[in-house]
C-alpha cells in the first residue's frame, strides 16, 4: 500500500502536527510499514476460528430458583414489606 504525500500532511493536518520537508518521505515510509503489518495481522487473524464455547456456562444450567427475600431483608436497615427503604433521590414534580 503506496502512501501518497497528500495523505502524510492531510494527517499531519488532522492530527496538528507539523512537519518540515525533509521529514515526510520518512513518515510516510513508517506509515506504509504499520499499514502492511496490520494487513498482515488481519489476513492471520483471518484464519483463526473462535471456539464455540465461547461465553458458555459448563458449570451449571442457567435455571432461575425461587429463594426467600427474608434472609437478605432482615438485614436491611429499613424495609417495608418485601422491599429495601432507601432515602429519595428524585424530586416528584
Known sequence: MKISRDEILKLARMSR???HEDEIEPL???VEQ???YAERITELAADVE???TKNVNVFRE???????PEPILAQAPERES???AVPAILENS
Open 17 to 19: 502536527l507539523a512537519l
Open 28 to 30: 510516510a515510509k513508517q
Open 34 to 36: 504499520v499499514l502492511t
Open 50 to 52: 473462535e471456539p464455540s
Open 62 to 68: 442457567d435455571v432461575a430458583v425461587p429463594q426467600s
Open 82 to 84: 418485601s422491599f429495601f
